[in-house]
C-alpha cells in the first residue's frame, strides 16, 4: 500500500479496531491513539459508552490518516461492514484496501507500535 506523508496543514488521525473482553468489535477514531486508549480503558474520562459496558481486552489494528476527515469516512465504511469481512481486515490490515477507497492516504500501525501503545497504557493503570 502506498502511504503519502501527511500534509502540514492537517492533524493526521487514526482509524482504530478494539476488541473488548466479550470479542465484540470497536471502531473508531482519534488523532492521539494512546489518550484515547485511556479514556476506553477508564483511566481518563472520555471513553465511549460502548467500551465503558464492554472492557477493551486489545487494539487489533490501526491505520493512521492524514485528516479526520479521510479518517471519518473510513470509519464509516468500516462500520458498515460484516464481522467476517472486519476480522479478515485484522487478520490482514493491508486487506482494507478492498473495502475502502482512501487507500494512498492510509498508513498502517504495525503491530509492534499498537502492542507497545496498549501496554504503556496498561502498566500505565497501575
Known amino acids: 500500500m502506498t502511504t503519502e506523508t501527511p ?19 470497536y471502531i473508531g477514531i482519534t488523532p ?12 481518563i474520562k472520555g471513553g465511549a459508552r460502548y467500551t465503558k459496558s464492554h472492557p477493551v481486552k486489545k487494539i487489533e489494528a490501526a491505520w493512521k490518516t492524514e485528516s479526520k476527515s479521510i479518517a471519518l469516512r473510513i470509519e464509516c465504511a468500516l462500520k458498515k461492514l460484516t464481522r467476517i469481512q472486519k476480522l479478515s481486515i485484522i487478520n490482514d490490515p493491508d486487506s482494507i484496501c478492498k473495502y475502502i477507497l482512501y487507500q494512498n492516504n492510509i498508513e498502517i500501525c504495525s503491530r509492534d507500535f499498537l502492542d507497545e501503545i496498549f501496554m504503556k497504557v496498561v502498566i500505565s493503570k497501575k
Open 7 to 25: 500534509s502540514s496543514n492537517s492533524t493526521p488521525y487514526y482509524v482504530y479496531i478494539l476488541r473488548c473482553i466479550d470479542n465484540s468489535l
Open 32 to 43: 492521539d491513539i494512546e489518550h484515547r486508549i485511556k479514556a476506553h480503558l477508564g483511566i
